[in-house]
């Protein structure tokens, strides 16, 4: 049996789609290269996306940057009870929309129209019967009465006959 290596070069020639994009990922893996700056190392990809190079600067992780950033106050909100009440808004639900679904399987009847016509005949309902014994009730499957003993005489004539 060969190895992984001579089976995957093969597999290669056959499927090169998948494995192209697996190389590709693989690629891109091993330019993920550590820059040191500073006290900080930062892991990144060393390729440009969408024409910028993207860089971990020491700058962009100070204190100083972050103070400046949330230094003005930001006051709190008025609680519930300060809040200016309008009489005149009434605030209803949203109209509710009926989503799309399978249609009925009878259609509605206007008021007008007649439910039933008295000359149409329903369809008879005939019991089942067990194909054993010609009962009603239940089925051949469901029968719980023993099965009939037939004799070996019947048995071995019905074989020579088919």
């Known amino acids: 049996m060969a190895n992984c290596i001579e089976e995957d070069s093969n597999i290669m020639f056959q499927r090169p789609t998948p494995l192209m994009m697996v190389e590709q990922v693989m690629e891109k893996m091993f330019k993920c290269v ?7 190392a930062r892991e990144y990809a060393n390729f440009k996306k969408s024409g910028y ?3 971990a600067n020491e700058y962009d992780y100070e204190n100083e940057l972050y103070e400046t950033c949330y230094s003005p106050v930001i006051y709190p909100v008025n609680g519930e009870a300060l809040w200016t009440k309008l009489d005149d808004v009434d605030l209803q ?8 679904r399978r249609p009925k399987k009878k259609r509605n009847r206007e008021v007008g129209e007649m439910v039933r016509d008295e ?6 309902n005939h019991g089942i ?3 054993r014994f010609h009962k009603e009730g239940h089925n051949k499957a469901t029968c719980k009465l023993p099965q009939p003993v037939v004799p070996l005489t019947q048995v071995a004539e019905g074989a020579s006959t088919q």
């Open 119 to 124: 000359t149409h005949l329903k369809r008879a």
């Open 34 to 40: 550590v820059h040191h700056y500073g006290d900080f």
């Open 53 to 55: 190079q993207w860089r």
């Open 93 to 100: 639900p949203p109209p509710i929309k009926r989503q799309p």
């Open 129 to 131: 019967k067990c194909s």
